[in-house]
């Protein structure tokens, strides 16, 4: 890694998307995005919490912004409702260019990278990227362009020597330039970073800060939060935004903050980090000094915003002296008066990034790279795929040992019931288990990749139901197989044909109960539910007592136990159908003769289409249930 002196005068770069014909040219236009009279409120222990309170304020192309304020005071809160992550509880005016804000038409050229930024730990630095581009680029767009793309955002922000490296092993400066290099596939004009320096030393987060300074001025608008920056850090940002309680108590030049706090009253010490007296400021109780500050930032940009002033040029002109190369080949000028520009030696002049906007890539494209997508994380998942089928494939063969021949043997017909019966609960646990815990892996990657505007929710959902299909048919598959021939069931292909369209009937429920659990409930609370709920039905599914001897009052809980139908089914695959008397190697056998079990089962009949049929049912019931989960999570987070 760079010394930390190479990051004082870190070259300029930006990035060469020349191969993109669509969108405009960043630095051809200034975007200014207006907020006035915001508020924003939010349940909080079931009550209407009011969190920003009246903010006004802009920010413009070209120029650094960073958010402070102490703990609480509103900082994610504004990045939120700003970047329309969030949307209710949110009213007030926010133009982009002069214009109203069309959420749809917004989310294309603008992204919000939180604090926490969620990845998929099992793909490279490369497959990551390529999957961006692959999502957000029209399908026009060729091979050789979105590489180059992907080539020219790795260079920049200095990713080359973890290019192919597993996202669970970068480092935490990695992955904040990984979450930047994501987003920067369409370069837009419009970014919001929640503390990007969070967790990292000072030397990665000057590295960060600096990168995002880069983009600036290429004519975006860059807003982040920041968390007690340093006096070095401070020099990068053109302007702040100052947060109090809800409140903003300063937004414009960072050179005109301190003036304006000396002017309401607060006196500012000498040789002071102005970001350390900015939350001081912001911390003192709601007194006149503050409340006045609160004033004048609302008279100055809720009822008129004066124009640019000699104030702002000089902001401009001292925060990017700190990036001007100390070589006499290389300087940078900045011409506030035609738009932010940088100007490099005659032999490699500065190109101005193209906006590509987020294409529109049908719902089937999203869905074919959603589930390659899924398929390559999941075949590097070791509880997901590896130790799974050698879970099912362990257990099968410990259970055909333990019933070996049994299948044949009329004297020990309920003992093989007691088999049938483990088989059922194996199969469903253990695939509704492993899919609760792969939910909270998936999910935030989800939500911030569908809030940010990737894919459809229809595709995500799509490519969940055909990614997981390959595990709901291996390990099924395999644990009926092994079990069943080491057990002697029925030598009857039909009726072998029979007990696996049931396992794998049986794991499909299993599993879109576990995620329908899993996305909606958090991990611990899905773990208790679904056996809580799952396993009471167990009863009522005629292995511990008779249907007919069930009362009355619980007998609707047998027509809905779908561990009923999927007992009723495999008993009717291996018993039923006019199956000859067992074997009996005792003088007396009474369960020797299937129909006579079938009998005391009270499992007389043509069954076997009718429990299909209410599996059937109970997928469909799990699949909705699945996407409302879905839903709900989304709403959840706007």
Same mark, same amino acid.
């Given at each position: 890694?760079?010394?930390?002196?190479?990051?004082?005068?870190?070259?300029?770069?930006?990035?060469?998307?020349?191969?993109?014909?669509?969108?405009?040219?960043?630095?051809?236009?200034?975007?200014?995005?207006?907020?006035?009279?915001?508020?924003?409120?939010?349940?909080?222990?079931? $009550?209407?919490?009011?969190?920003?309170?009246?903010?006004?304020?802009?920010?413009?192309?070209?120029?650094?912004?960073?958010?402070?304020?102490?703990?609480?005071?509103?900082?994610?809160?504004?990045?939120?409702?700003?970047?329309?992550?969030?949307?209710?509880?949110?009213?007030?005016?926010?133009?982009?260019?002069?214009?109203?804000?069309?959420?749809?038409?917004?989310?294309?050229? *603008?992204?919000?990278?939180?604090?926490?930024?969620?990845?998929?730990?099992?793909?490279?630095? #490369?497959?990551?990227?390529?999957?961006?581009?692959?999502?957000?680029?029209?399908?026009?767009?060729?091979?050789?362009?979105?590489?180059?793309? &992907?080539?020219?955002?790795?260079?920049?922000?200095?990713?080359? $020597?973890?290019?192919?490296?597993?996202?669970?092993?970068?480092?935490?400066?990695?992955?904040?330039?990984?979450?930047?290099?994501?987003?920067?596939?369409?370069?837009?004009?419009?970014?919001?970073?929640?503390?990007?320096?969070?967790?990292?030393?000072?030397?990665?987060?000057?590295?960060? &800060?600096?990168?995002?300074?880069?983009?600036?001025?290429?004519?975006?608008?860059?807003?982040?939060?920041?968390? #007690?920056?340093?006096?070095?850090?401070?020099?990068?940002?053109?302007?702040?935004?100052?947060?109090?309680?809800?409140?903003?108590?300063?937004?414009?030049?960072?050179?005109?903050? +301190?003036?304006?706090?000396?002017?309401?009253?607060?006196?500012?010490?000498?040789?002071?980090?102005?970001?350390?007296?900015?939350?001081?400021?912001?911390?003192?109780?709601?007194?006149?000094?503050?409340?006045?500050?609160?004033?004048?930032?609302?008279?100055?940009?809720?009822?008129?915003?004066?124009?640019?002033?000699?104030?702002?040029?000089?902001?401009?002109?001292?925060?990017? $002296?700190?990036?001007?190369?100390?070589?006499?080949?290389?300087?940078?000028?900045?011409?506030?008066?035609?738009?932010?520009?940088?100007?490099?030696?005659?032999?490699?002049?500065?190109?101005?990034?193209?906006?590509?906007?987020?294409?529109?890539?049908?719902?089937?494209?999203?869905?074919?790279?959603?589930?390659?997508? *899924?398929?390559?994380?999941? *075949?590097?998942?070791?509880?997901?795929? #590896?130790?799974?089928?050698?879970?099912?494939?362990?257990?099968?063969?410990?259970?055909?040992?333990?019933?070996?021949?049994?299948?044949?043997?009329?004297?020990?017909?309920?003992?093989?019931?007691?088999?049938?019966? @483990?088989?059922?609960?194996?199969?469903?646990?253990?695939?509704?288990?492993?899919?609760?815990?792969?939910?909270?892996?998936?999910?935030?990657?989800?939500?911030?990749?569908?809030?940010?505007?990737?894919?459809?929710?229809?595709?995500?959902?799509?490519?969940?139901?055909?990614?997981?299909?390959?595990?709901?048919?291996?390990?099924?598959?395999? @644990?009926?197989?092994?079990?069943?021939?080491?057990?002697?069931?029925?030598?009857?292909?039909?009726?072998?044909?029979?007990?696996?369209?049931? *396992?794998? +009937?049986?794991?499909?429920?299993?599993?879109?109960?576990?995620?329908?659990?899993?996305?909606?409930?958090?991990?611990?609370?899905?773990?208790?539910?679904?056996?809580?709920?799952?396993?009471?039905?167990?009863?009522?599914?005629?292995?511990?007592?008779? +249907?007919?001897?069930?009362?009355?009052?619980?007998?609707?809980?047998?027509?809905?136990? @779908?561990?009923?139908?999927?007992?009723?089914?495999?008993?009717?695959?291996?018993?039923?159908?006019?199956?000859?008397?067992?074997?009996?190697?005792?003088?007396?056998?009474?369960? $020797?003769?299937?129909?006579?079990?079938?009998?005391?089962?009270?499992?007389?009949?043509?069954?076997?289409?009718?429990?299909?049929?209410?599996?059937?049912?109970?997928?469909?019931?799990?699949?909705?249930?699945?996407?409302?989960?879905?839903?709900?999570?989304?709403?959840?987070? #706007?």
């Amino acid at each position: 890694m760079p010394d930390k002196d190479n990051y004082d005068s870190m070259e300029i770069e930006t990035i060469d998307n020349s191969s993109s014909a669509n969108g405009n040219l960043l630095g051809q236009e200034k975007f200014k995005l207006h907020f006035s009279n915001v508020f924003y409120t939010a349940k909080q222990n079931n $009550k209407l919490v009011t969190i920003l309170n009246d903010i006004c304020g802009e920010f413009q192309s070209g120029r650094l912004t960073a958010v402070l304020g102490p703990s609480g005071a509103g900082k994610t809160s504004i990045l939120n409702v700003l970047s329309g992550f969030k949307a209710s509880g949110v009213s007030g005016k926010i133009t982009f260019n002069g214009k109203e804000r069309n959420s749809l038409a917004y989310r294309k050229v *603008s992204c919000y990278i939180p604090q926490n930024f969620a990845l998929l730990d099992l793909l490279t630095v #490369q497959e990551t990227m390529c999957d961006s581009v692959d999502l957000k680029l029209s399908p026009k767009t060729s091979s050789e362009e979105k590489e180059k793309i &992907i080539d020219d955002i790795i260079r920049i922000l200095n990713m080359e $020597k973890c290019r192919n490296r597993l996202v669970r092993n970068l480092s935490g400066g990695e992955r904040k330039r990984l979450s930047i290099a994501i987003e920067l596939v369409t370069n837009p004009p419009v970014m919001f970073f929640d503390e990007p320096t969070s967790g990292l030393d000072s030397v990665s987060s000057l590295q960060i &800060i600096n990168y995002l300074k880069r983009l600036a001025l290429d004519g975006r608008i860059i807003v982040c939060v920041i968390h #007690q920056p340093s006096s070095k850090l401070m020099k990068l940002f053109d302007d702040v935004i100052v947060m109090s309680r809800g409140h903003v108590v300063y937004s414009g030049p960072k050179v005109d903050m +301190i003036p304006t706090f000396e002017e309401a009253g607060f006196a500012f010490p000498e040789y002071y980090n102005p970001a350390d007296f900015a939350l001081e400021v912001s911390s003192e109780e709601h007194n006149e000094q503050l409340l006045s500050l609160i004033q004048t930032n609302k008279n100055r940009y809720c009822e008129q915003t004066p124009p640019p002033n000699e104030s702002t040029t000089n902001a401009i002109n001292e925060n990017t $002296k700190i990036l001007n190369h100390s070589n006499n080949h290389t300087t940078i000028d900045v011409q506030p008066s035609s738009g932010t520009k940088s100007r490099r030696s005659t032999h490699e002049r500065c190109r101005f990034a193209t906006m590509r906007p987020k294409a529109k890539v049908g719902v089937c494209r999203q869905m074919v790279i959603l589930t390659r997508r *899924s398929l390559r994380t999941m *075949s590097r998942n070791l509880i997901a795929v #590896q130790l799974r089928v050698i879970v099912h494939v362990i257990v099968a063969v410990l259970v055909g040992a333990v019933f070996w021949d049994i299948g044949n043997d009329g004297a020990r017909t309920l003992t093989n019931i007691s088999c049938i019966f @483990f088989i059922i609960m194996f199969i469903f646990f253990g695939n509704a288990m492993p899919s609760i815990l792969l939910c909270p892996q998936d999910t935030p990657v989800f939500i911030r990749e569908y809030l940010n505007g990737w894919y459809s929710l229809r595709a995500y959902y799509a490519s969940k139901l055909t990614s997981d299909l390959p595990m709901l048919l291996i390990c099924p598959t395999l @644990f009926t197989t092994i079990i069943y021939f080491m057990t002697s069931q029925p030598d009857d292909i039909v009726r072998f044909a029979m007990c696996w369209v049931i *396992s794998i +009937i049986l794991a499909i429920v299993g599993h879109f109960m576990g995620l329908a659990f899993g996305s909606t409930f958090e991990l611990q609370m899905a773990i208790l539910l679904v056996p809580g709920i799952s396993i009471p039905f167990m009863i009522f599914s005629g292995f511990f007592i008779r +249907i007919n001897e069930v009362s009355s009052i619980f007998r609707p809980l047998c027509d809905i136990s @779908f561990y009923r139908y999927t007992m009723e089914a495999l008993i009717q695959a291996i018993y039923g159908y006019g199956r000859p008397d067992l074997q009996c190697h005792r003088e007396f056998c009474y369960l $020797k003769s299937p129909t006579k079990l079938l009998k005391e089962l009270d499992m007389q009949g043509d069954l076997y289409g009718h429990d299909i049929f209410v599996l059937s049912i109970w997928i469909i019931f799990f699949m909705v249930l699945f996407f409302i989960s879905l839903v709900l999570r989304v709403k959840r987070e #706007q």
